[in-house]
């Protein structure tokens, strides 16, 4: 079983509804769970960083941690066509940063 | 502005030359990591530093190397490139909280 798993997509939505994306683990030592967003040809750039369960709110994304099931969560509300990139989940457990494969998201006009 | 700079962005070279990626921060920042993205594998981490002098192998190190003389530089060597090496590469770094980090704009290596 890997250590983080993340469905690939890619994943298309009409403009205005609210994304949905997922991770899980396995691993319970992970302490602080991030979601990147990366558009192509870019790097990757920094949208949440959380340590505790529960759900962390910046602007139009939420993310959500439930350590008990081992899964993680980012709500995109509103979503614009701009929002169309690659979103990847990591998790860190002391030095140590694990990336997920990242989800392709499309934002249909 | 905070950055991380990568160079070159794109790179051509054939089996054996010895190539070095450079990457800079100016952000004062202790850790820095490199990172190689390939299709259906995902970022996966090469080697990583949490402070001059220090570096610790990732996830898929063989056939790299690097050094951390100093704060703000993290260079990545592949002392003789093999095709299978040929993949997206990025440089990150991060201060407090090794999990915020910041992304170069990555080096296209293609080696033939």
């Known amino acids: 079983q890997k250590e983080v798993e993340q469905d690939p997509g890619p994943l298309s939505v009409p403009e205005g509804a609210i994304v949905s994306l997922n991770c899980t683990y396995s691993?319970?030592?992970?302490?602080?769970f991030m979601w990147y967003r990366q558009y192509s040809r870019k790097g990757p750039e920094l949208l949440m960083y959380?340590?505790?369960?529960g759900n962390k709110e910046d602007g139009r994304f939420t993310a959500q941690v439930d350590k008990s099931s081992k899964y993680i969560s980012l709500f995109i509300r509103d979503s614009q066509p701009s929002d169309s990139a690659t979103y990847l989940c990591?998790?860190?457990?002391?030095?140590?940063?694990?990336f997920g494969k990242g989800t392709r998201l499309h934002i249909l006009p | 502005e905070a950055q991380v700079t990568q160079n070159p962005r794109y790179l051509i070279t054939v089996t054996g030359k010895k190539l070095t990626v450079t990457c800079s921060q100016n952000?004062?920042?202790?850790?820095m990591s490199w990172y190689r993205q390939d299709p259906g594998l995902g970022l996966r981490q090469i080697y990583y530093?949490?402070?001059?002098?220090?570096?610790d192998k990732g996830d898929v190190p063989e056939g790299y190397k690097v050094s951390r003389k100093e704060k703000r530089n993290f260079p990545l060597i592949l002392e003789s490139p093999s095709p299978n090496q040929t993949s997206l590469y990025f440089c990150?770094?991060?201060?407090?909280?090794?999990?915020?980090?910041?992304f170069g704009s990555g080096t296209q290596l293609s080696v033939l």
């Open positions: 990591a998790m860190q457990r002391d030095d140590k940063i694990i």
């Open positions: 691993n319970s030592a992970f302490q602080y």
């Open positions: 959380t340590y505790s369960s």
């Open positions: 952000m004062n920042h202790e850790y």
């Open positions: 530093s949490m402070n001059v002098e220090v570096t």
């Open positions: 990150a770094s991060a201060g407090q909280g090794a999990g915020k980090l910041f």
